[in-house]
């Protein structure tokens, strides 16, 4: 079985945080009449590919997970039919750090459904060192994103955790989709981006 941490009270529930988040899917996005941001923004928000070796190669550095919690929690009732199932059904919830070793990049949940979590996969969360983003290639299968969407997101006290480089802003760009490995695992990734991206490390 996963690892098991209890729930951590310095990260602010998936619930709360994203309540008051706008979804745009990506073509809402592009042509919604807002300000965009920067290409680079673009990208990241809108890549199909792991957010993890995206980072890495914006960064220039190597991406690891800092975990915060893992455990078993229901599924919250806004991603209801995320996961092909009800309300309140038991996932696996996971929340992590993704750190160049210095400064937090991205604060990551994924709730993974526990019906449809293989073995192996099982074994590669309960060591809690790999982003979810990367297991597919531990188990030598290939994985798929979909039902993208992008908003932004408010909330002051998250700005603090996200250290210094947050401090002058409440307003976070993040992303949810879902992350499907045939056979291993379905799950929903939400992925909240720190501001610090837009700073001299990633020009």
């Given amino acids: 079985m996963p690892r098991v ?3 951590s009270s310095s990260v ?65 009732p806004s991603l ?15 929340r992590v750090w993704l750190t160049d070793g210095r400064n937090r ?7 993974i459904s526990l019906e449809r979590l293989s073995p192996a996969l099982r074994d590669q969360l309960a060591e809690g060192t790999r982003p979810i983003g990367l297991l597919a290639d531990e188990v030598g299968r290939p994985s798929l994103r979909d039902r ?13 955790r ?3 480089v947050g401090a002058d802003t409440d307003t976070f760009w993040c992303r949810r989709y879902c992350l499907r490995i045939p056979n291993a695992m379905t799950a929903v990734i939400i992925e909240i981006l720190s501001p610090m991206l837009d700073g001299p490390s990633s020009s």
């Fill in 5 to 7: 941490t209890a729930p």
């Fill in 12 to 76: 602010p529930p998936i619930d709360r945080l994203v309540s008051s988040v706008k979804w745009m899917n990506p073509e809402e996005f592009l042509s919604g009449g807002g300000e965009l941001p920067a290409p680079l923004w673009r990208a990241l928000l809108l890549t199909d590919g792991s957010t993890t070796l995206f980072l890495q190669a914006l960064c220039r550095t190597p991406v690891t997970l800092e975990m915060i919690d893992q455990h078993t929690a229901p599924l919250p």
């Fill in 80 to 94: 209801t039919g995320w996961l092909d199932g009800a309300a309140n059904q038991p996932v696996l919830q996971r």
């Fill in 105 to 111: 990049l991205a604060l990551g949940y994924a709730l």
């Fill in 148 to 160: 993208l969407q992008v908003g932004r997101l408010t909330d002051r006290g998250l700005a603090r």
């Fill in 162 to 164: 996200f250290g210094p």
